[in-house]
């Protein structure tokens, strides 16, 4: 399962109106793939295409969707957002990761 924040959830919100995405059919598409400093790093974007080997979670309000390969890295993982004015903005709090790079965005196993 990926848990949500309530402020990553409120921002989501936010940025799916400003797009005009529509969040009965529009869901968080969260992934992994090779790259970044730490070897992994995040993907997360709005998405309406369902793939054959997604997994599906809805916490606090928000759908979130991710592909079978990617699942096996975030297990457990909170998508929280951090603002203000050292805020990084999207954060990825991953219990499974051994490293993280300084800004957050890439990580090892």
Avoid: W
Wanted: glycine share 12%; with cysteine; proline share 1%.
């Amino acid at each position: 399962m990926i848990k949500v924040s309530t402020q990553a959830r409120d921002q989501v919100v936010r940025m799916m109106q400003q797009d005009g995405v529509d969040t009965a059919t529009h869901f968080v598409r969260v992934g992994v793939k090779s790259g970044g400093c730490s070897g992994l790093s995040y993907e997360l974007k709005f998405d309406a295409t369902l793939g054959e080997d997604d997994k599906v979670f809805e916490d606090n309000d928000v759908r979130i969707v991710v592909d079978k390969k990617s699942f096996l890295y975030l297990v457990g993982t909170t998508l929280e957002y951090s603002g203000g004015l050292n805020g990084k903005g999207f954060v990825f709090n991953n219990p499974n990761a051994n490293r993280t790079c300084g800004c957050g965005e890439s990580f090892s196993l």
